[in-house]
């Protein structure tokens, strides 16, 4: 019944409005329901407005904008939503079980401490916050106050980088050689960050749900076009104990959109185009093979195969939709979210190590993968 919400017919709308409401007054009575409040309704809160309206059991309370002009749009495609200027009034609502942070980077922090210390459930917007440090200080509030804590990574939600994760689980890549992507487009620029902690975290993340192994050194570079502004341009390499590589190309300076990743297994290859509406994933029984029987040096050891490439079926879910329905459950059970804040921390390590080496023109930056390895044994348990 709550999926009404999402109807555009005006004619309804009354109707629908007194529904929800009602239902939503009855279920939170009966905690049947787990409330929201939304921070921020810029162009990414609205797509976390809807899915959490859409879903059976989250009830969105309330949202909070600085600017009435976003308000006024919520209002007007949400009538029975709440909304207020100051996020302070969703703190202390007792009908807001857990906050959805949609802000920019820098008010991340002190917007999910806020929440956390008022005893609320937190959803942040990628990246979790603008230093590690911070990210710490979150886990911790979190921890001792057992709450969820959850990053909003969203890729990791989407159908396609599941099923992959589900083809490297089923050992049908064999070992990854490497992970190669670019993400690109004509903006949108950002004030408060550069190009790699507004792209590249969707990579880092993908690449830390996939690959059984942290990063031990990150070397990087980028390019700023805009006088005053971050780079816009940049180029990550991340190297791994194996013999796996990762690379990362992300720019808000191209003149045409790509979204195109390349996992590259011993045994299959998959290449991965986020704006293929249909065949996003394709994997290639494709390869080298190394003959041993050369007698010399000079003689070609390398052969290639090229066997089928097939598209496997990958449900067409929206991503934020699976991810709010995870935030809610972690909420209700307190289950270690996938996305929790210390996989957020080891995604904002890579970042700081990245820009760092930035500012020394790609001079490699070691990372420390025992330590990340303790903090995911402790998340665990
Ligand atoms: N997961 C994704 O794929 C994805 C995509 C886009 C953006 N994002 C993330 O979403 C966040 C917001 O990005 P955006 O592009 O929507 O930014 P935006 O600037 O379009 O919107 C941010 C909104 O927050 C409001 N705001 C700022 N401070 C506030 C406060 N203290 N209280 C209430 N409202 C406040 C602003 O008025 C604005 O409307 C960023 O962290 C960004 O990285 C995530």
Redesign the pocket.
Known sequence: MYRLVGIENDFWRPILFSTQKISTFFANMVHEMIGIGI???????PNLVRNFASSESASVIGV????AA?LSTCMRRHPEISTTSD?RELLSNPRVDAIAI????H??FE?AQAALKAGKHVLV???LAQTSDQVRRLVDEADRRGLTLMV?H?FLYTPAVQKIRELMLQDQLGEVYYYDSIRSSLG?FQSDVNVIW?LAVHDLSIIQYLLDEDPIAVSATGSCHVAGSPENMAHITMFFESKCVAHVSVNWLSPIKVRQTFVGGSKKMVVYDDLEPTEKIKVYDKGITLNAQAENAHQMRIGYRAGDMWAPHISTKEALQTEVEHFVECVTTGATPVSDGLSGLRVIEVLEAASRSIAEQGKPVKLDPRRRVADRVKAIA
């Open positions: 921070v921020g309704y810029g162009y990414w809160g909070s904008d600085l600017d976003k996020f949609a802000t920019p980077v008010t991340h917007l917007e990628k990246p909003d969203t949108l507004d």
